[in-house]
C-alpha cells in the first residue's frame, strides 16, 4: 500500500554553510555552519539565538538576499536563487524604512504598484490591511510621525499586501512599547489562524514561546535545538500532579488513591514545565 507523499515544505534549509571571506592576512568568518531546518506550510516556526549565532544570515538567504556557500535553501520547493521564489514570500525587516513624507494608505498605495496591483483591488486591499493592523485611524497621517510600533505595524500590512503565503518576521516587536507589542503578537496569532505561514525571529523569548508552534535554538552557527515548544520545555524525568480541593492527607498519596478518594480532582497530569529563555540559556552555553 502505497503512502502520501510528504507535502513540500514552506520552507527547506539543507547542510547550509555560510563563510565571509576576510581581508589580507584574515581569517575566514563561518556564520552558519552545516544547517539543516524545515517550516512546515500553515506554522509559526520560531528562530532564536544570541547576536552574531547566524539566524540573520540563515534568514537572509532563505530569502535569496545572499548566496549559500554551501548548501541549498528553497521556499516551497524553488530555490531562494531564483527571483520566482520570492512571489510567494512578505518581509518585515528588523527596522523598516518608509517615505516620512508619505501617509499610511499612500505608502501602501506606493509598495501596491511595486508588487503589480492597481486601481480598486489595491485601494480595497491597501485599506483592509491598514484595518486588519489598526492603523485605519492613522491613514491619512505622515509617516513621519508614527510611533515604532506604529512603523512595525505599517511594515505587516506592507508585507501583507499581495497575499503572500509565507511570512518572514526579523525581531518584529523589538523596540516596540508593551502595547503595541501585543498587538503584534495578536496578529501572527491571526496568521496562523489564517493558515499563513509565519518565519519570525526574535529575542523576547516568553513571546516566542505564546505564538510559535516549533522553535530552534541557534548558537556559533549551529542547531542546538529544534522542535515543539511544549515538548522542549518539558521536563524530563519528573512528573506533576495538580488537584483541586486535595485533604492533606491525600498529598501524600499516589496517583491510585487520588483515583480512589472522590473528594478530588485531577486538573492535569504531565511533565512540569520550564521556560523557554531556561532553555535557551541552556542550549547556547553547550559547546558547539
Given at each position: 500500500m502505497s503512502t502520501a507523499p510528504e507535502p513540500t515544505p514552506a520552507v527547506a534549509v539543507e547542510n547550509l554553510s555560510k563563510v565571509f571571506k576576510a581581508g589580507l592576512g584574515k581569517r575566514a568568518f563561518v556564520a552558519v555552519r552545516d544547517l539543516s531546518l524545515t517550516v512546515r506550510e500553515g506554522e509559526v516556526y520560531g528562530l532564536i539565538g544570541p547576536n552574531g549565532c547566524g539566524k540573520s544570515t540563515t534568514m537572509k538567504t532563505v530569502l535569496g538576499l545572499l548566496a549559500p556557500t554551501r548548501g541549498r535553501t528553497a521556499i516551497f520547493g524553488r530555490s531562494s536563487t531564483e527571483v520566482a521564489s520570492r512571489q510567494a514570500v512578505g518581509f518585515l525587516p528588523e527596522n523598516p524604512y518608509f517615505y516620512k513624507h508619505l501617509n499610511g494608505l499612500e505608502t501602501l498605495l506606493f509598495y501596491g504598484r511595486l508588487c503589480g496591483l492597481a486601481g480598486a483591488e489595491l485601494?480595497?486591499?491597501?485599506?483592509?490591511?491598514?484595518?486588519?493592523?489598526g492603523l485605519e485611524d492613522a491613514a491619512d497621517r505622515r509617516v513621519a510621525g508614527y510611533s515604532k510600533g506604529m512603523l512595525q505595524r505599517?511594515?505587516?500590512?506592507?508585507?501583507?499586501?499581495?497575499?503572500p503565503r509565507l511570512v518572514v518576521l526579523?525581531?518584529?516587536?523589538?523596540?516596540?512599547?508593551p502595547a503595541g507589542s501585543r498587538k503584534i503578537r495578536d496578529l501572527i496569532l491571526g496568521f496562523r489562524e489564517q493558515g499563513l505561514t509565519v518565519l519570525v525571529t526574535s529575542h523576547l523569548l516568553e513571546q516566542m514561546q505564546e505564538v510559535c508552534d516549533r522553535v530552534g535554538i541557534m548558537?556559533?552557527?549551529?542547531?542546538m535545538r529544534e522542535g515543539r515548544v511544549d515538548e522542549?520545555?518539558?521536563?524530563?524525568?519528573q512528573t506533576e500532579l495538580v488537584l483541586r480541593d486535595a485533604s492533606p492527607e491525600l498529598l501524600a498519596g499516589?496517583?491510585?488513591l487520588v483515583e480512589r478518594d472522590g473528594r478530588a480532582a485531577l486538573v492535569r497530569s504531565g511533565q512540569p514545565r520550564t521556560t523557554l529563555e531556561s532553555l535557551f540559556l541552556e542550549a547556547t552555553e553547550e559547546k558547539p
Open positions: 485601494r480595497d486591499r491597501a485599506r483592509e490591511m491598514l484595518s486588519l493592523t505599517l511594515g505587516l500590512a506592507q508585507a501583507l499586501l499581495h497575499r526579523d525581531e518584529p516587536t523589538a523596540g516596540v512599547d548558537a556559533h552557527g549551529r542547531m522542549l520545555i518539558a521536563v524530563e524525568n499516589i496517583r491510585e
